[in-house]
């Protein structure tokens, strides 16, 4: 199986910015996509950003232009530049990597716990 673990949130005043990391182990054949999702209290869970095995990377709009995702060399770590940073932008944030592993005849989703990111007023 794989595993996912988020890093870097934490509490920012609006304007501010926040670096989060997203570090992939396990039984990692081939990694067709990772991403980041957020949910904030009372909302349903909703896409920030994804990126691509070939690098191809897609934005929510509401992130556009403040946010930007991007992976180590090795293809196992992915984070979310987060920049101009608005008090709707609070929310618990999610890793999340489509995979290819040694055990599953298909790809399978995996998500991480999650990492808090405040955005005071």
């Known amino acids: 199986q794989v595993q996912l673990v988020e890093s870097g949130g934490g509490l920012v005043q609006a304007g501010g910015s926040l670096r989060l990391s997203c570090a992939a182990s396990?039984?990692?054949?081939?990694?067709?996509?990772m991403g980041w999702y957020r949910q904030a209290p009372g909302k349903q869970r909703e896409l920030v950003a994804t990126?691509?095995?070939?690098?191809?990377?897609n934005y929510a709009d509401s992130v556009k232009g403040r946010f930007t995702i991007s992976r180590n060399n090795a293809r196992t770590t992915v984070y979310l530049q987060m920049n101009s940073l608005k008090p709707e932008d609070t929310a618990l944030y999610y890793c999340?990597?489509?995979?290819?592993?040694?055990?599953?005849?298909?790809?399978?989703?995996?998500w991480g716990q999650g990492t808090q990111v405040t955005v005071s007023s």
């Open positions: 396990g039984s990692i054949l081939s990694i067709n996509v």
């Open positions: 990126i691509t095995s070939g690098g191809s990377t």
């Open positions: 999340n990597g489509n995979f290819r592993t040694w055990t599953a005849t298909q790809p399978v989703n995996y």
